[in-house]
C-alpha cells in the first residue's frame, strides 16, 4: 500500500500557481541555486520541492514538510523495491488532489523517467551543472536529459560555459550565471576580524571530486603560518584522502545564516577547484557571495570564473600551489575598504537572485503566451473526442488509442480524472474516495483481467452493518441478522426461510419497491430496513418507486455477511485515480481537465465523438430535465485508528438524515494513526448520481434516445448518457462493448471507402 503523510495541497489561493520543481539537491543541505530561486518562485506560485528517495521504509510514503513557506516532498521507499514505478505512484497520488495549473522545474534529468507523464503548462529545465561528468553519474543520466530537453519550453543555465555547449539544443535557451543574496554577505563586513589570529584562508561549500586536494596539501605545507579552514560536507571521496597537515581546518558543514559571520574570520577566500570533467562547466555561486562579504577572492582556472571575475582586481586566477600562495599574499595586502570594493560592488549590483527570479518568470511567461498563441492559431485534430474522464470515458480513450492507434482528446470539466471513482489524500494524509465508496466487484473475467493491466489489486470483500433498534446487524438480512433482532436461535437455512415465510405478506401483482421487500420479508422487516432508507435516498416511498430499485438487494437465510458475492471483489492498490493515470497515460492520449466540450471552439477539431454527460444536457434539456438524485458528503478525519469495525455502516431510520457512514481504511488498508469518514446525505440538486427509476422518466429518456440513435458520429457511452443505474464493472463492460461495435463500424467504412475508391 502506497500512503503518504499530509499530502494534500493547499487550495487555499486558486490564483496562485503549482512550481513542482525536481531536485537532485535536498532543500536542508547547502544552500545554493535551487534554494535560492524556489524561495523567490514562492512568492508568486505554490511550491513543491521534490526530493530524491530516502530507502528507509517498509512501505512506500511521502513526507511533506513545511519550511520556508515552500513544501518539501520527500519519498521513503523500501529496498529492492521498482524505484521509478513507485515514485511515479507517489507522484500522481500527489498531484491528482489539486486542479490547477502546473509548472514543472527540473534540477536534474533523472527525475523526468517518473514524472514527464504530468500534464503541464510549461516545462522548465534550469540545468546548472553537467551532472553527467560527476561521480557516480548513472549511465541513463544522459539519454533522460535529451528526453528532458525535448519536452522542456525553456532551459536556463547556471554558467556561459553550460549555455555555449547546450545552446544548440534548444531553441528557447538562457543563460543565468550564479547570483547573490547581497545583504546576507555584506553583513560579513561589519564583523570586526580577530586580528590575534593569523593569516586565514577560507573555503566553503560542497567538498568532493570537484576539489584539488594536492593543491591544498601543497598550499598548506608552503605557508605553515597560514590557517585553511575548509568549511562543508565531505561527498563522494573518502575522508582519508583529505589532507592532515595540523593548519587545514576541516570543519564539516555550517548553517547559510552562519557563513558571513565565518567569511568576516577569512583574510582571503580561495577556490581550488580541480581542473577536471566535472568542472568544466561550473560557475560557482559562492564567487560573487565571497566579494559581497568583502573578501578577495583567489581561485583556479574555472572558466566562467575567469571570465566574468577575472578582470577585477579583487579575484585572482592560479593554476598551481605556487601561484595561489603567492596570489593570496599579494590580497592579504589589499585594503579592506579599497576601490576592489567599489569595482566588485559594481558587478555585485546587477546580480541580486530577485532579479534573476524575475527576468525568469518574464521568460516564462511569454514562452507560455506564445505557446497558446500558437495553439490557437493551429487547432489540433483528434480522431475521437471523448468528454468525460470517469470509466466509460477513459476505458474508450484507450481501447481507441492502444488498439486502433488513433489521436483521442479528453474532456472533463472536473478537475481531476477518475470521474466519482476519484480518491485522494485529505490534509491528515488519509486516503478518501471524494465522492462516496466505490467497491469494486465482478463476476466478469474479461472486465477484471482487462483492469488488471492497469492496477495490481488489494483482495477485499465488503461488509456492512446496518443500526437497527440500537444494534448493528447484517446487511443484507441473513440469518445473524434474524438472529440478533429476534433471538430466533435459527440454526440452518430451512429455518430461516421458514422465519421469513412466516413474515412475507404475498402480493397480487409485484409493480413497486415496496411490493418486493412486502412480498419477501413481510412489513416489519420493511419497516426496519428498507422503508426509512429507501425515502432518504430517493425522497420517495417505495410504494412510488419501481421495483428494480430493491430487488438489488438480497436477503439471504445463510449467514454469509459480504455485501457482495461475486467471483472477483478486490480494490485497486494503490487507488482509483492512479490506476485511471494509467488508463490514459498512453501517448495517444491527451487530456483536458477543467473543461468544457462546448467551450473548446477553434482549439481543436475532431471526427467523432464519445460522449459520457448527461444525455438531456447534451441536448440543451430539449423535453425537459431527466431527474436524478444527488448526494452530499461530509468528510471527517477522527483522531484514531479506527472508528468502526466495518467499512460501511448504514443507518436506515429516518431518525438522522445520512443514508451511511463509510470508513476508507478498510477499503484501501493504508496504515495511519488517524482515520477518515464519510457521512452521505441523499438531496435533489447537485451532481446527477442515481437515474430515478419511475415509469414517467423511463419514457423521457425514450426521447432523447431517439435523438441519440439517429447522431451518426456521436457515441454515448456510460451512466448519464444512457441514464441507467450501472455499478463500475457494468460501465467497463458497457464501453468494452461499445468499443468493439464502434471498431466494428469503422472497419465497415473503411471497407466502403476502398471499394468506392
Same mark, same amino acid.
Given at each position: 500500500?502506497?500512503?503518504?503523510?499530509?499530502?494534500?495541497?493547499?487550495?487555499?489561493?486558486?490564483?496562485?500557481?503549482?512550481?513542482?520543481?525536481?531536485?537532485?539537491?535536498?532543500?536542508?543541505?547547502?544552500?545554493?541555486?535551487?534554494?535560492?530561486?524556489?524561495?523567490?518562485?514562492?512568492?508568486?506560485?505554490?511550491?513543491?520541492?521534490?526530493?530524491?528517495?530516502?530507502?528507509?521504509?517498509?512501505?512506500?510514503?511521502?513526507?511533506?514538510?513545511?519550511?520556508?513557506?515552500?513544501?518539501?516532498?520527500?519519498?521513503?521507499?523500501?529496498?529492492?523495491?521498482?524505484?521509478?514505478?513507485?515514485?511515479?505512484?507517489?507522484?500522481?497520488?500527489?498531484?491528482?488532489?489539486?486542479?490547477?495549473?502546473?509548472?514543472?522545474?527540473?534540477?536534474?534529468?533523472?527525475?523526468?523517467?517518473?514524472?514527464?507523464?504530468?500534464?503541464?503548462?510549461?516545462?522548465?529545465?534550469?540545468?546548472?551543472?553537467?551532472?553527467?561528468?560527476?561521480?557516480?553519474?548513472?549511465?541513463?543520466?544522459?539519454?533522460?536529459?535529451?528526453?528532458?530537453?525535448?519536452?522542456?519550453?525553456?532551459?536556463?543555465?547556471?554558467?556561459?560555459?553550460?549555455?555555449?555547449?547546450?545552446?544548440?539544443?534548444?531553441?528557447?535557451?538562457?543563460?543565468?550565471?550564479?547570483?547573490?543574496?547581497?545583504?546576507?554577505?555584506?553583513?560579513?563586513?561589519?564583523?570586526?576580524?580577530?586580528?590575534?589570529?593569523?593569516?586565514?584562508?577560507?573555503?566553503?561549500?560542497?567538498?568532493?571530486?570537484?576539489?584539488?586536494?594536492?593543491?591544498?596539501?601543497?598550499?598548506?605545507?608552503?605557508?605553515?603560518?597560514?590557517?585553511?579552514?575548509?568549511?562543508?560536507?565531505?561527498?563522494?571521496?573518502?575522508?582519508?584522502?583529505?589532507?592532515?597537515?595540523?593548519?587545514?581546518?576541516?570543519?564539516?558543514?555550517?548553517?547559510?545564516?552562519?557563513?558571513?559571520?565565518?567569511?568576516?574570520?577569512?583574510?582571503?577566500?580561495?577556490?581550488?577547484?580541480?581542473?577536471?570533467?566535472?568542472?568544466?562547466?561550473?560557475?560557482?555561486?559562492?564567487?560573487?557571495?565571497?566579494?559581497?562579504?568583502?573578501?578577495?577572492?583567489?581561485?583556479?582556472?574555472?572558466?566562467?570564473?575567469?571570465?566574468?571575475?577575472?578582470?577585477?582586481?579583487?579575484?585572482?586566477?592560479?593554476?598551481?600551489?605556487?601561484?595561489?600562495?603567492?596570489?593570496?599574499?599579494?590580497?592579504?595586502?589589499?585594503?579592506?575598504?579599497?576601490?576592489?570594493?567599489?569595482?566588485?560592488?559594481?558587478?555585485?549590483?546587477?546580480?541580486?537572485?530577485?532579479?534573476?527570479?524575475?527576468?525568469?518568470?518574464?521568460?516564462?511567461?511569454?514562452?507560455?503566451?506564445?505557446?497558446?498563441?500558437?495553439?490557437?492559431?493551429?487547432?489540433?485534430?483528434?480522431?475521437?473526442?471523448?468528454?468525460?474522464?470517469?470509466?466509460?470515458?477513459?476505458?474508450?480513450?484507450?481501447?481507441?488509442?492502444?488498439?486502433?492507434?488513433?489521436?483521442?482528446?479528453?474532456?472533463?470539466?472536473?478537475?481531476?480524472?477518475?470521474?466519482?471513482?476519484?480518491?485522494?489524500?485529505?490534509?491528515?494524509?488519509?486516503?478518501?474516495?471524494?465522492?462516496?465508496?466505490?467497491?469494486?466487484?465482478?463476476?466478469?473475467?474479461?472486465?477484471?483481467?482487462?483492469?488488471?493491466?492497469?492496477?495490481?489489486?488489494?483482495?477485499?470483500?465488503?461488509?456492512?452493518?446496518?443500526?437497527?433498534?440500537?444494534?448493528?446487524?447484517?446487511?443484507?438480512?441473513?440469518?445473524?441478522?434474524?438472529?440478533?433482532?429476534?433471538?430466533?436461535?435459527?440454526?440452518?437455512?430451512?429455518?430461516?426461510?421458514?422465519?421469513?415465510?412466516?413474515?412475507?405478506?404475498?402480493?397480487?401483482?409485484?409493480?413497486?419497491?415496496?411490493?418486493?421487500?412486502?412480498?419477501?420479508?413481510?412489513?416489519?422487516?420493511?419497516?426496519?430496513?428498507?422503508?426509512?432508507?429507501?425515502?432518504?435516498?430517493?425522497?420517495?416511498?417505495?410504494?412510488?418507486?419501481?421495483?428494480?430499485?430493491?430487488?438489488?438487494?438480497?436477503?439471504?437465510?445463510?449467514?454469509?455477511?459480504?455485501?457482495?458475492?461475486?467471483?472477483? /471483489? #478486490?480494490?485497486?492498490?494503490?487507488?482509483?485515480? $492512479?490506476? =485511471?493515470?494509467?488508463? *490514459? %497515460?498512453?501517448?495517444?492520449?491527451?487530456? &483536458?481537465?477543467?473543461?468544457?466540450?462546448?467551450?473548446?471552439?477553434?482549439?481543436?477539431?475532431?471526427?467523432?465523438?464519445?460522449?459520457?454527460?448527461?444525455?438531456?444536457?447534451?441536448?440543451?434539456?430539449?423535453?425537459?430535465?431527466?431527474?436524478?438524485?444527488?448526494?452530499?458528503?461530509?468528510?471527517?478525519?477522527?483522531?484514531?485508528?479506527?472508528?468502526?469495525?466495518?467499512?460501511?455502516?448504514?443507518?436506515?431510520?429516518?431518525?438522522?438524515?445520512?443514508?451511511?457512514?463509510?470508513?476508507?481504511?478498510?477499503?484501501?488498508?493504508?496504515?495511519?494513526?488517524?482515520?477518515?469518514?464519510?457521512?452521505?446525505?441523499?438531496?435533489?440538486?447537485?451532481?446527477?448520481?442515481?437515474?430515478?427509476?419511475?415509469?414517467?422518466?423511463?419514457?423521457?429518456?425514450?426521447?432523447? /434516445? #431517439?435523438?441519440?440513435?439517429?447522431?451518426?458520429? $456521436?457515441? =454515448?457511452?456510460?451512466? *448519464? %448518457?444512457?441514464?441507467?443505474?450501472?455499478? &463500475?464493472?457494468?460501465?467497463?463492460?458497457?464501453?468494452?462493448?461499445?468499443?468493439?461495435?464502434?471498431?466494428?463500424?469503422?472497419?465497415?467504412?473503411?471497407?466502403?471507402?476502398?471499394?468506392?475508391?
Amino acid at each position: 500500500m502506497f500512503n503518504s503523510e499530509a499530502c494534500a495541497i493547499s487550495s487555499s489561493e486558486p490564483q496562485r500557481q503549482q512550481l513542482l520543481c525536481f531536485s537532485h539537491l535536498r532543500w536542508n543541505f547547502v544552500k545554493q541555486r535551487p534554494q535560492h530561486l524556489m524561495l523567490r518562485m514562492a512568492r508568486q506560485f505554490d511550491v513543491l520541492f521534490w526530493e530524491e528517495p530516502i530507502f528507509d521504509a517498509v512501505e512506500p510514503h511521502l513526507e511533506i514538510i513545511k519550511v520556508d513557506g515552500i513544501r518539501v516532498a520527500v519519498p521513503h521507499l523500501p529496498e529492492g523495491i521498482d524505484t521509478e514505478y513507485a515514485l511515479r505512484v507517489l507522484l500522481d497520488q500527489l498531484v491528482s488532489q489539486d486542479s490547477r495549473a502546473l509548472l514543472r522545474w527540473y534540477y536534474t534529468p533523472m527525475m523526468w523517467g517518473f514524472s514527464g507523464h504530468l500534464p503541464a503548462v510549461a516545462t522548465v529545465y534550469d540545468c546548472m551543472d553537467e551532472l553527467a561528468n560527476f561521480a557516480f553519474a548513472p549511465p541513463e543520466l544522459l539519454p533522460r536529459e535529451e528526453q528532458l530537453l525535448a519536452a522542456a519550453d525553456v532551459v536556463f543555465t547556471g554558467g556561459h560555459s553550460l549555455y555555449e555547449a547546450k545552446r544548440g539544443r534548444h531553441h528557447e535557451i538562457h543563460q543565468f550565471p550564479s547570483s547573490v543574496d547581497v545583504a546576507h554577505f555584506t553583513s560579513a563586513r561589519k564583523i570586526p576580524r580577530n586580528e590575534s589570529v593569523g593569516p586565514t584562508l577560507g573555503f566553503y561549500g560542497v567538498i568532493d571530486e570537484r576539489m584539488d586536494l594536492a593543491l591544498i596539501a601543497d598550499l598548506a605545507r608552503a605557508r605553515p603560518d597560514w590557517t585553511i579552514d575548509m568549511v562543508g560536507p565531505v561527498l563522494k571521496i573518502d575522508r582519508a584522502d583529505l589532507p592532515t597537515m595540523s593548519n587545514i581546518r576541516w570543519r564539516g558543514q555550517a548553517d547559510y545564516g552562519e557563513l558571513p559571520e565565518i567569511v568576516a574570520g577569512w583574510d582571503v577566500a580561495i577556490m581550488p577547484f580541480a581542473i577536471n570533467e566535472a568542472t568544466r562547466f561550473i560557475s560557482p555561486t559562492k564567487t560573487p557571495e565571497y566579494l559581497a562579504a568583502g573578501r578577495p577572492v583567489v581561485s583556479t582556472p574555472i572558466v566562467d570564473v575567469a571570465r566574468h571575475y577575472g578582470q577585477l582586481e579583487g579575484v585572482k586566477i592560479a593554476e598551481n600551489a605556487a601561484a595561489f600562495a603567492a596570489a593570496a599574499e599579494h590580497m592579504m595586502q589589499l585594503d579592506r575598504a579599497g576601490s576592489w570594493r567599489d569595482e566588485a560592488d559594481c558587478v555585485l549590483a546587477t546580480m541580486s537572485w530577485d532579479a534573476t527570479a524575475s527576468q525568469m518568470i518574464a521568460i516564462i511567461n511569454r514562452v507560455r503566451a506564445d505557446k497558446v498563441t500558437t495553439l490557437r492559431a493551429e487547432a489540433e485534430h483528434y480522431d475521437f473526442l471523448i468528454v468525460g474522464a470517469g470509466f466509460a470515458g477513459s476505458v474508450m480513450a484507450e481501447r481507441l488509442a492502444a488498439d486502433a492507434g488513433l489521436r483521442v482528446l479528453v474532456v472533463d470539466r472536473r478537475p481531476h480524472i477518475a470521474g466519482n471513482a476519484y480518491d485522494c489524500l485529505d490534509e491528515a494524509g488519509v486516503m478518501i474516495h471524494q465522492y462516496g465508496p466505490h467497491i469494486f466487484h465482478t463476476n466478469s473475467e474479461e472486465i477484471f483481467t482487462y483492469l488488471s493491466r492497469f492496477t495490481e489489486w488489494r483482495p477485499y470483500e465488503h461488509r456492512v452493518l446496518g443500526h437497527v433498534d440500537d444494534k448493528l446487524v447484517p446487511i443484507p438480512i441473513n440469518r445473524t441478522t434474524l438472529n440478533e433482532l429476534y433471538d430466533a436461535g435459527l440454526g440452518s437455512e430451512e429455518e430461516a426461510a421458514a422465519f421469513l415465510a412466516a413474515r412475507a405478506m404475498p402480493v397480487a401483482s409485484v409493480e413497486t419497491s415496496e411490493d418486493v421487500v412486502i412480498g419477501a420479508v413481510g412489513r416489519e422487516l420493511y419497516e426496519k430496513f428498507f422503508r426509512g432508507y429507501t425515502r432518504k435516498q430517493w425522497g420517495l416511498d417505495p410504494s412510488e418507486l419501481d421495483k428494480s430499485v430493491t430487488a438489488r438487494v438480497p436477503t439471504r437465510t445463510n449467514t454469509d455477511d459480504r455485501y457482495f458475492t461475486d467471483v472477483f /471483489q #478486490a480494490m485497486p492498490a494503490e487507488g482509483y485515480t $492512479v490506476m =485511471f493515470s494509467r488508463l *490514459l %497515460a498512453h501517448p495517444n492520449i491527451t487530456v &483536458m481537465l477543467d473543461t468544457d466540450f462546448r467551450k473548446l471552439g477553434s482549439q481543436v477539431t475532431y471526427d467523432r465523438m464519445v460522449y459520457t454527460g448527461p444525455i438531456d444536457e447534451f441536448y440543451e434539456h430539449r423535453f425537459g430535465k431527466l431527474p436524478y438524485r444527488s448526494l452530499r458528503f461530509e468528510h471527517e478525519t477522527v483522531n484514531t485508528e479506527r472508528h468502526q469495525s466495518v467499512a460501511t455502516v448504514n443507518y436506515p431510520g429516518e431518525d438522522v438524515l445520512f443514508t451511511r457512514i463509510t470508513e476508507y481504511k478498510h477499503l484501501t488498508g493504508q496504515d495511519h494513526p488517524k482515520t477518515s469518514i464519510t457521512r452521505e446525505y441523499p438531496c435533489a440538486e447537485g451532481d446527477p448520481y442515481y437515474p430515478i427509476p419511475r415509469p414517467a422518466n423511463a419514457e423521457l429518456y425514450k426521447r432523447y /434516445q #431517439a435523438l441519440a440513435d439517429a447522431e451518426q458520429s $456521436v457515441t =454515448f457511452v456510460g451512466r *448519464l %448518457a444512457t441514464y441507467r443505474y450501472y455499478n &463500475m464493472d457494468q460501465v467497463v463492460g458497457q464501453a468494452l462493448a461499445s468499443y468493439r461495435r464502434l471498431k466494428r463500424e469503422m472497419a465497415e467504412v473503411t471497407l466502403s471507402d476502398r471499394i468506392a475508391a
